[in-house]
């Protein structure tokens, strides 16, 4: 079948909490999904697939693809579920593109969710690890992370006040974002004093555990300019899953979102990402990551990242800001964290980010992260791209 230019027409997510004991899964999905068809002005009858996920082993129940049907709306539709570990948000994206854009549907509904209060995320993510190799000393995301911060302290002398930066930029953002778990401005100081889970990770250089949902409508370019006038274009995605163990990785770098990066910007003429990007919403699960990942996708210099960071570039109202809704740190939802990723710049595109919004935005990347060190990337445009 011949490509087609694919375009996200609506989204829609929850009002994120720690804790949502008022609904079950269903009636979660189903507020999302509500608010998607809402934007996009559409009617659950005009969607022809669906694509949901989570990740389910959190929870500990399977085929959501099945009993979520009274909350995705997907009776009689084909249902098809993606589940990637961190990654699945973003992964549930770019297998949406890919649907749409290959022909074999028209209109295509995305969705992530996760009730983590419901979970035990640290147990399971343990079970993902090697049982001889890795578990013993990488059980759960914390520890993988501080090996990354301290390899790249290591390196190029980052503190961990650098780290505390990133994580009152993305803290005060988020005061700007009504779906926001976490909407309270830190200072330096109180990132600082905050319990140390693993040196130089303090408790609020970390994402919270969220219970949400986020719901993306992809169409192909028949039907994308009669929905909307404001379309977000996808040009080009792009991911790399490169390790199976952790001793494999190239601590203190990111070599995924590099490759990823490369490819990425490749695809789509980007030869100065730094200029031509306006802003990216980064799946970046803690404060250091900020730092290390922007140096990853080329936006400068490795070693250069801290720098950028206080410079304030990457605030609101910098050269380039990143995460106006907050990010990851201020909200966590695993299952739906990428998809929000993607449905937070395609709003930035189409000037729906109300207090969020950057102005004048052309070009906006959003990322995934997870499983072994793992990237995915989309970026998102306002005018279409080339076929």
Request: aromatic fraction near 8%; proline fraction near 4%.
């Amino acid at each position: 079948m011949a490509k087609r230019r694919v375009a996200i027409v609506g989204t829609g997510q929850t009002h994120h909490r720690s804790h949502r004991p008022d609904v079950n899964g269903q009636e979660l999905i189903h507020e999302a999904v509500t608010r998607a068809l809402e934007d996009a002005d559409l009617s659950i009858k005009n969607i022809d697939a669906i694509l949901i996920g989570n990740m389910d082993h959190f929870e500990g129940i399977n085929y959501v693809d099945c009993w979520s049907i009274d909350g995705s709306g997907g009776y009689h539709k084909p249902v098809i579920k993606l589940t990637t570990g961190g990654t699945t948000g973003s992964t549930l994206a770019i297998g949406g593109y890919h649907f749409v854009a290959s022909g074999m549907f028209d209109k295509v509904l995305i969705i992530g969710w996760e009730k983590n209060s419901e979970s035990d995320t640290t147990g399971a993510i343990t079970t993902a690890f090697d049982p001889v190799w890795d578990r013993l000393v990488f059980a759960g995301a914390i520890s993988g992370l501080a090996v990354e911060a301290q390899a790249y302290m290591a390196k190029y002398g980052a503190t961990d006040r650098d780290g505390a930066r990133v994580s009152v930029r993305d803290r005060k953002h988020a005061c700007n974002n009504p779906y926001a778990q976490l909407r309270k401005e830190v200072t330096l100081e109180e990132v600082l004093a905050s319990p140390m889970l693993a040196d130089p990770i303090h408790l609020l250089d970390v994402c919270p555990r969220t219970d949400g949902a986020c719901a993306v409508i992809m169409a192909s370019e028949e039907y994308a300019e009669k929905i909307t006038s404001t379309p977000d274009w996808i040009w080009a995605t792009a991911n790399r899953h490169k390790y199976t163990y952790l001793g494999d990785v190239n601590w203190g770098e990111l070599d995924s979102m590099a490759q990823a990066s490369q490819d990425l910007f490749k695809k789509c003429g980007i030869t100065e990402p730094r200029k031509q990007i306006d802003v990216i919403e980064m799946y970046q699960p803690y404060s250091f990551a900020g730092i290390i990942w922007i140096e990853d996708m080329g936006i400068v210099p490795r070693g250069k990242g801290a720098e950028y960071i206080w410079s304030g570039a990457t605030d609101m109202g910098g050269e380039l800001p990143i995460n106006p809704s907050g990010g990851v740190i201020a909200c966590n939802p695993i299952g739906a964290t990428g998809l929000i990723r993607c449905a937070e710049a395609a709003m930035q595109v189409m000037g729906k980010a109300e207090g969020r919004q950057v102005p004048d935005v052309n070009f906006a990347v959003s990322t995934g992260f997870g499983g072994c060190m793992w990237t995915d990337m989309i970026l998102h445009g306002k005018k279409k791209p080339n076929l």
